[in-house]
C-alpha cells in the first residue's frame, strides 16, 4: 500500500518568513495529494490540494509544488503569521471516484514565533 | 462544504464496555470513512462505510472490534467494542461529496478516553 513521509517533524520560524514541508510517497500511481491544517482540539482542515496533472498551486500564502517524477510534493507558506502555528498533515491518494481513501504523513508542527 | 456533525463529542468509558460514535451530514455525500488520530499521532483509516453493505477495513482493523453502519447516504455509525485504555483516541468521520469527488471533509472527531 501507499506510504507517506514527511518532515521536519517540528518546524520554528519567525513571523513573516516562509516555512516549507516536505513529503515523499511511494505509490506511483497516486494522484491526488491534500494538505490539512489541524489546530489544537480541532478536526483537520483541508487548505489546499492538488492533483497529478499538475505542477504547482497557489492560494494567497500557501503553495504546493509536486514532482511526480521524484515522488515528493511540498507544501510553502510564505509571510507566516501566529495564527498559522498548528500541525500539519500531507496526505495522498488513488483517486478513481469509488477509491479516494487518503495515506496520511506522519505531521509537522509548525510554531510562529512573534 | 457539507455540514457534518459527530456524537458524542468525548467519552470516558470503562474498560470491556462499548461505544458507538454517529456521524450526521447535513446532505447526501458519496463516501463516508472512519479513522483514529491516537494521541498526538497522525490520522489511519479504520475502514471505508459503504451504504447499504458491509465496511471496508483496512489492515490491522476488523469488523468484530469496530462494527459500522451505514444506513443511508447522511449517517454512519463507529462502535468501538470491548474496549481497552489502548483505544483512547480521537475517532473522526470524513466524507466526500458529489461534486468534488476525491476532497474529504473532516467531522468534529470523538475524543474516547478508556479507562
Known amino acids: 500500500g501507499e506510504n507517506v513521509e514527511q518532515h521536519p517533524s517540528t518546524l520554528s520560524v519567525q513571523e513573516g518568513d516562509s516555512a516549507v514541508i516536505k513529503c515523499t510517497y511511494s505509490d506511483s500511481a497516486s494522484n491526488y495529494f491534500p494538505w490539512y491544517k489541524q489546530e489544537l482540539g480541532k478536526r483537520p482542515q483541508l487548505i489546499i490540494d492538488?492533483?497529478?496533472?499538475?505542477g504547482e498551486k497557489k492560494d494567497q500564502r500557501i503553495a504546493v509544488t509536486l514532482n511526480k517524477t521524484a515522488k515528493h510534493f511540498s507544501l510553502h507558506i510564505t509571510e507566516t503569521q501566529p495564527e498559522d502555528s498548528a500541525v500539519y498533515f500531507c496526505a495522498a491518494s488513488l483517486s478513481n471516484f469509488g477509491n479516494e481513501k487518503l495515506t496520511f504523513g506522519t505531521g509537522t508542527r509548525l510554531t510562529i514565533i512573534p | 462544504s457539507a455540514v457534518i456533525s459527530q456524537k458524542p463529542s468525548r467519552d470516558i468509558c470503562q474498560r470491556g464496555t462499548s461505544l458507538t460514535i454517529q456521524c450526521q451530514v447535513d446532505?447526501?455525500?458519496?463516501?463516508m470513512f472512519w479513522y483514529r488520530q491516537q494521541p498526538g499521532q497522525s490520522l489511519t483509516l479504520i475502514a471505508t462505510?459503504?451504504?447499504?453493505?458491509?465496511?471496508?477495513?483496512e489492515s490491522g482493523f476488523v469488523i468484530d472490534k469496530f462494527p459500522i453502519s451505514r444506513p443511508n447516504l447522511t449517517f454512519s455509525t463507529l462502535t468501538v467494542s470491548n474496549m481497552s485504555p489502548e483505544d483512547s483516541s480521537i475517532y473522526l468521520c470524513?466524507?466526500?461529496?458529489?461534486?468534488?469527488?476525491?476532497?474529504?471533509?473532516f467531522g468534529p472527531g470523538t475524543r474516547l478516553t478508556v479507562l
Open positions: 462505510a459503504n451504504q447499504g453493505s458491509e465496511a471496508t477495513y
Open positions: 446532505s447526501q455525500v458519496t463516501m
Open positions: 470524513s466524507v466526500t461529496s458529489g461534486s468534488i469527488p476525491d476532497t474529504q471533509y
Open positions: 492538488i492533483r497529478s496533472n499538475v
